[in-house]
């Protein structure tokens, strides 16, 4: 009998939320004139193959330097920064939307996974990390004396 994570479902409820959060965010943005997101939402697809899991995302603009990757037996998080720099007493620009920034979201693997076997390209600003599923002992049934 395998063991069961008591909250698979708590972890799937938020993870729910917090993709409804990214999809309505814009909503909520008010029609100022300088004002900047703080958060953006990102589009990530998790993909369940036989012996892995493999989870892209769009991170346009950002470079493998500015990515950070941490993976858990459950939990994949995905943290990246990137700041426009431009020269104040050389560069007059006559608008300016370039800007700072910042992505970290949390992804709820459905079935643990091995960290120390990930790995995780970057190519035309989509990061794509393949993540090999523990191999499950198989069942045994057990006698009672």
């Known amino acids: 009998m395998s063991t069961r994570n008591p909250f698979e ?15 309505t965010a814009h909503i909520w943005e008010p029609d100022i004139p300088g004002f900047v997101r703080q ?11 036989d012996d892995e899991f493999v989870v892209a995302v769009d991170l346009p ?10 993976v858990t037996d459950h939990t994949l998080r995905i943290q990246a920064e990137h700041e426009e720099r431009f020269d104040e007493e050389r560069d007059r620009f006559v608008r300016h939307e370039r800007r700072h920034e910042s992505v970290d ?8 996974v091995d960290p120390e076997t ?25 006698d009672i004396e």
């Open 9 to 23: 479902e708590l972890e799937r409820f938020f993870e729910r939320m917090s993709r409804q959060f990214d999809e």
């Open 39 to 49: 958060y953006e939402p990102v589009a990530i697809d998790v993909v369940e193959r």
């Open 61 to 70: 603009g950002f470079e493998r330097e500015d990515v950070s990757i941490k």
């Open 105 to 112: 979201r949390s992804i709820g693997l459905p079935s643990e």
């Open 118 to 142: 990930v790995t995780a390209k970057m190519k035309n600003g989509v990061l794509t990390v393949t993540l090999p599923r523990v191999a499950m002992e198989n069942e045994r049934q057990i």
